[in-house]
Nanobody, 125 residues
Framework: QVQLVESGGGLVQAGGSLRLSCAAN????????MAWFRQAPGKEREIVAV????????YYAESVKGRFTISRDNAENTAALQMNSLKPEDTAVYYC??????????????????WGQGTQVTVSS
């Protein structure tokens, strides 16, 4: 069982940056694949970025490639999403998620067993 708590959301102007953090409890954090999803009002929850446990492979949605960076610190049981060059269309609630198969990059939200409560990111134009 893993509990996830996100932090770092807020209001930022277009072109600005934010860093989201996801703190996890549990001794097996290092074995989990970690991901960030987001959900804008009236839209489906969508994948943003993924980082595996084994090998540290990453995946980014096309819409955030080159602007967002996912990372993890297994010693601190944390994952992070550095978001640069933010756009108004990045406005959403951002969720941290974990899957216990650390070898695989899953982009389907149904593959993730554990979720945080979400943190709001608002980008003004």
């Amino acid at each position: 069982q893993v509990q996830l708590v996100e932090s770092g959301g807020g209001l930022v102007q277009a072109g600005g940056s934010l860093r989201l953090s996801c703190a996890a409890n549990g001794r097996t954090f290092s074995t989990y694949t970690m991901a960030w999803f987001r959900q804008a009002p009236g839209k489906e929850r969508e994948i943003v970025a993924v980082v595996t446990s084994i090998g540290g492979a990453t995946y980014y949605a096309e819409s955030v490639k080159g602007r967002f960076t996912i990372s993890r610190d297994n010693a601190e049981n944390t994952a992070a999403l550095q978001m640069n060059s933010l756009k108004p269309e990045d406005t959403a609630v951002y969720y941290c998620a974990a899957d216990d198969d650390g070898r695989v990059i899953y982009t389907n939200r149904r593959s993730y067993e554990y979720w945080g409560q979400g943190t709001q990111v608002t980008v003004s134009s």
